[in-house]
Each structure stands twice: as structure tokens, then as C-alpha cells.
């Protein structure tokens, strides 16, 4: 199994849920590092199109690799950082498997609901149309890229991700980040829809994907619960202690202060899983405040060996 981006906030929880037994498991990193925890760590450059020509064929093939999209502000230079991680990542991957003359078994790609834009209460499925915005456009291209895996490969499933929970990262610490001062913010009026899913679903999905023959094609990756962002903070106040209020942060003041970059959080995403529900996925998590109760005070990790280092 290979998978890039395992050094991230979702792979590194992906990879510590892998059973060691049963899989041989290499991971893609910028640089050289030793054997950890059983996990295997091969040298790859997606700027060249380079792999290290040791890594052996693969069955498995998981790319979850691209920059952050909220880490920094949406400047021209940043934008094409943004787009350019995550085309390259698949671009290479298929560079590599065209140059070993192998067909892996199954290949998973990532995307994101950014990929529907700013749609208000239109309920969107699998089968919904794009946007057209920049969130819409990074997501179509790097669909694109990693739909050449899918040529390649004998099934192919691709995962629109939401906002993804997790007390080690992610969107949470910033949706959360008065908590401490005894109040939460929602933001400009609210009603924006809020996709997520807890991050111990998000694992079980992609094991779903490897171990269920018959998923194949597009899924999002988003819980069950359709939720707007101030009923997320009514739901997180509800389940949390010493929190007392909460209060809007107007739009004018988002766009001010984050330009472009004010749409992650302003824009409604109204997404729900309809095809994860019509294999039976069961989730474990279907309920934002519960799930954040259990990242924020509970142990969101379960398994055996512990989380892999970020390297």
C-alpha cells in the first residue's frame, strides 16, 4: 500500500488504523527517513515528477496529498501553490505506475466539497453539478488529475471531503478558538450548511473503500447531518461546559481581514453522503456536537500503535 500524503492530519490517523500484518505500508515524503512503527518512508519530489525507484509496485494506491487550504491567504502565488499540490501529487503518481508497467487494484483520491461551491439550501449529491469559484476550480482540476489514476488502476473511488474533526488539526481548533475565553462565534448570519465528519469516520470510509469490492466512483465523505454553522455552536454548547454565548462575527469583517479566503467559511455546502448511505456505511458519528465533545474531550484515536509522528 502506497499512500501520499500520509504525513498529513487524515493520513497519519489513516496509517496508524493499518493493520501491519496485513499490509506492507510505504508512505511518499519530501525526505529520506528510517523505518518507523513499521511504516516505510520513500523519497518522492511531485515538482519532477520523481519517486524514488525503490519503492516496489503497489495494489493499493491512496493520494491525499495537497497543501492545506486555509493555512495561508489566498495570495496569486499562494493559489497556484494551492492547485499546483495537489494535481502534481496525482500526476506523478501516474508517471510513476505508467513508468513501472503495473495495474494497481484499487486507487483512492481525494477531493473536496469546495467542489459545489457557494449553493446555499440547494441539497447536493454525488451527482451535483460544480461551482464556479476558485474552491470549485481546484477541485475540478484536481479531480482531473486523479481520475488518470482511475485508467490505470482495476477500481478507482474518489472522496469529496468536509470539514474534518479532529483534535490534532484541521478546521476545528479554528471553528473552537474562543472556547477558552467562555463563548463560540458563528459566522455573518449563520446560515451557511457546514459539511463535516469526524475523523474516525473519515478512516473507516477509506478502509470501506479497500475492503468493500463494490464501492467504486465518487463519495462524500461528510456525515449524515445536514447543520448550519450557528446551529454547529448551538449544538457544541450545548455538549461542552462553561461555554455561555454565543456570537456572530459579521461577514464585512471575514472579508476584510481574509479577502477571497472569507468563502471557506462563509460559503453553504448543503452536502450529504446519499451514496455512502446506499452501500450501509455506519457512522459513527452523526451528530457535530457529540463529535466535537469526543475530539475535545474524549480520545478520537483507538487504535493500536499510536499516531505516526508528523514527519
Not at 78 to 100: F, M, N
Not at 221 to 237: G, L, R
Request: hydrophobic content about 40%; aromatic content about 10%; charged content about 20%.
Amino acid at each position: 500500500m502506497v499512500i501520499a500524503g500520509g504525513s498529513g492530519l487524515v493520513g497519519r490517523h489513516f496509517v496508524s488504523g493499518i493493520n501491519l500484518e496485513q499490509y506492507n505500508v510505504y508512505v511518499l515524503t519530501r525526505t529520506k527517513k528510517p523505518v518507523k512503527a513499521g511504516i516505510n518512508y520513500i523519497v518522492w519530489d511531485p515538482s519532477k515528477l520523481y519517486i524514488d525507484p525503490s519503492l516496489p509496485d503497489a495494489d493499493i494506491i491512496i493520494n491525499l496529498a495537497g497543501e492545506g487550504i486555509a493555512d495561508q491567504r489566498w495570495t496569486h502565488d499562494r493559489k497556484i501553490q494551492l492547485l499546483e499540490s495537489r494535481t502534481q501529487s496525482a500526476k506523478t503518481l501516474v508517471h510513476w505506475i505508467k513508468t513501472k508497467h503495473f495495474r494497481p487494484s484499487l486507487c483512492i483520491g481525494a477531493s473536496a466539497v469546495g467542489y459545489y461551491g457557494h449553493r446555499g439550501d440547494d441539497l447536493l449529491t454525488e451527482s451535483s453539478s460544480p461551482g464556479k469559484e476558485f474552491m470549485s476550480d481546484i477541485c475540478l482540476q484536481w479531480e482531473k488529475a486523479n481520475s488518470e489514476l482511475k485508467e490505470l488502476s482495476d477500481r478507482f473511488v474518489l472522496l469529496r471531503i468536509g470539514i474534518v474533526l479532529s483534535k490534532y488539526g484541521g478546521a476545528l481548533p479554528k471553528l473552537l478558538m474562543t472556547k477558552n475565553f467562555g463563548f463560540l462565534s458563528y459566522f455573518g448570519d449563520g446560515r451557511q450548511y457546514y459539511p463535516w465528519i469526524h475523523i474516525r469516520d473519515l478512516s473507516n470510509i477509506m478502509k470501506e473503500a479497500i475492503e468493500n469490492n463494490a464501492m467504486s466512483g465518487i463519495y462524500n465523505a461528510v456525515a449524515p447531518q445536514e447543520i448550519t454553522n450557528k446551529d454547529c455552536m448551538v449544538s457544541v454548547q450545548q455538549r461542552l461546559k462553561n461555554i455561555f454565548l454565543i456570537l456572530p462575527v459579521p461577514a464585512i469583517f471575514l472579508k476584510l481581514a481574509l479577502g477571497s479566503m472569507s468563502k471557506v467559511v462563509l460559503n453553504s455546502n448543503r452536502v450529504i453522503p446519499q451514496r455512502l448511505l446506499e452501500v450501509s456505511f455506519r457512522f459513527l458519528f452523526t451528530d457535530f456536537g457529540l463529535a466535537v465533545k469526543d475530539v475535545t474531550e474524549g480520545n478520537e484515536n483507538t487504535f493500536n500503535p499510536p499516531l505516526v509522528p508528523l514527519v
